[in-house]
């Protein structure tokens, strides 16, 4: 667990708290152990809950890091920390990458929906049956269709 704990230290202030406290209740405790990644600004930005094997966790702190980053309009830095778990993840961690680097690419670039379409274009063919990409499909439209208008 030295790339866990390497990546949390460098990008993060950890604060342990027992899962028995009022504190942990309060947080929404469920189950150990709960990773909460929240921005500077006090905000919850993503949750992880249970144990995962070294190289998945690398891959959820990776999400983690887009989703601060995203949550802070840093959203080249957000692109970088998801086209990371894109490329590097496991199983449905790639998908749920590739979706959110879609969401920080258009941001980027001031809603350049190719950017976007781009990405998810990628999700629907590397990850046709993934939670992910069903979350894309109401509006993905292929940069090169347009839609057809009847007058």
Do not use: C
């Amino acid at each position: 667990m030295e790339a866990v704990a390497s990546l949390l230290n460098e990008h993060f202030v950890m604060v342990k708290v027992h899962r028995t406290t009022d504190e942990a209740q309060a947080l929404g405790y469920l189950w150990t152990p709960t990773v909460i990644f929240y921005s500077a600004d006090g905000i919850e930005r993503m949750r992880s809950v249970g144990y995962l094997p070294e190289a998945t966790m690398v891959n959820r702190i990776r999400l983690g890091l887009g989703a601060v980053h995203l949550g802070e309009k840093r959203n080249d830095e957000a692109a970088m920390w998801f086209r990371l778990a894109a490329e590097g993840g496991v199983g449905d961690q790639r998908a749920e990458g590739r979706y959110w680097l879609g969401v920080a690419r258009f941001r980027a670039g001031g809603g350049d929906k190719v950017a976007w379409q781009e990405e998810w274009g990628r999700l629907r063919e590397e990850h046709p049956d993934s939670e992910w990409t069903q979350k894309a499909s109401p509006l993905w439209v292929p940069a090169r269709e347009k839609p057809k208008v009847r007058l």
